[in-house]
């Protein structure tokens, strides 16, 4: 089954691991076979991995993009993943967290980024809390 993406003018994406940029108009672009390929707003930077769960997908990504480098990223994704769900309450983030393995563990390294994403507001809203109730310690008066 052909993938079809239609890109803005200058979007950029990746694909195997090659940085591609439209041109200056709309275009459409048809895969035909089977690559990694994800668009510039799901690639994240290293430096952007600050948190548990971009750490997760930070590895879970490169395992994606870099499957000669696979059995490194999938050591750190390990690592991650069992920190997290040893810190965490929550069915539905539990069950993502699931969610996330069974896909690596099948090899759909998309399919897992999907449910990573599904982690981030999860996690948000635990860091947001976390900062207001330190903001609002009576140490920071």
């Given at each position: 089954?052909?993938?079809?993406?239609?890109?803005?003018?200058?979007?950029?994406?990746?694909?195997?691991?090659?940085?591609?940029?439209?041109?200056?108009?709309?275009?459409?672009?048809?895969?035909?076979?089977?690559?990694?390929?994800?668009?510039?707003?799901?690639?994240?930077?290293?430096?952007?991995?600050?948190?548990?769960?971009?750490?997760?997908?930070?590895?879970?990504?490169?395992?994606?993009?870099?499957?000669?480098?696979?059995?490194?990223?999938?050591?750190?994704?390990?690592?991650r993943?069992?920190?997290?769900?040893?810190?965490?309450?929550?069915?539905?983030?539990?069950?993502?967290?699931?969610a996330?393995?069974?896909?690596?563990?099948?090899?759909?390294?998309?399919?897992?980024?999907?449910?990573?994403?599904?982690?981030?507001?999860?996690?948000?809203?635990?860091?947001?809390?976390?900062?207001?109730?330190?903001?609002?310690?009576?140490?920071?008066?």
């Amino acid at each position: 089954m052909a993938l079809k993406l239609t890109l803005k003018p200058g979007e950029k994406f990746v694909i195997n691991g090659a940085v591609v940029v439209n041109g200056d108009r709309r275009s459409n672009l048809i895969i035909q076979n089977q690559v990694s390929i994800l668009r510039e707003k799901d690639v994240m930077l290293p430096e952007d991995a600050s948190t548990p769960v971009k750490r997760i997908y930070f590895a879970v990504m490169m395992m994606y993009l870099e499957p000669e480098s696979q059995s490194n990223w999938h050591t750190e994704f390990t690592k991650r993943i069992t920190e997290f769900m040893n810190v965490i309450r929550g069915e539905e983030a539990l069950q993502n967290c699931i969610a996330v393995i069974e896909a690596v563990n099948k090899g759909e390294h998309y399919a897992a980024l999907v449910h990573c994403r599904k982690l981030l507001p999860f996690e948000k809203e635990r860091l947001d809390y976390v900062s207001s109730e330190l903001s609002d310690s009576p140490e920071n008066d």
